[in-house]
């Protein structure tokens, strides 16, 4: 059985830093990349961050280039977003997200994360 599990979130004022982790486990076939996405409210979902299983080539939305990074650690089972220089726009739901692009294709979804930025 899938799990993709968040954690990490919570409030920060702007400027602050937080780290947000994801466990994904139970892939009979192993992701394709790893995502993170986030969610405002009254926004669609958009992509953040995505780091591939091969290779780890990162890829960034604009608006967080340069302030956050995608990592994994050694057995890439966890996948890490740090985040820095937090603006007030950061807050949102933040998701973590396994895909295959390739068959069997899948994306699989954590349950989110609150970040809220705030003074």
């Known amino acids: 059985q899938v799990q993709v599990v968040e954690s990490g979130g919570g409030l920060v004022q702007p400027g602050g830093s937080l780290r947000l982790s994801c466990a994904a486990s139970g892939f009979t076939f192993g992701p394709s990349a790893m995502n993170w996405y986030r969610q405002a409210p009254g926004k669609e979902r958009e992509l953040v961050a995505t780091?591939?299983?091969?290779?780890?080539?990162?890829n960034y939305a604009d608006s967080v280039k340069g302030r956050f990074t995608v990592s994994t650690n050694d057995v890439k089972n966890i996948v890490f977003l740090q985040m820095n220089t937090l603006k007030l726009e950061d807050t949102a739901v933040y998701y973590c997200n396994a895909h295959r692009s390739f068959y069997p294709k899948y994306h699989y979804w954590g349950q989110g994360t609150q970040v809220t930025v705030s003074s």
């Open positions: 780091i591939a299983s091969v290779g780890g080539t990162t």
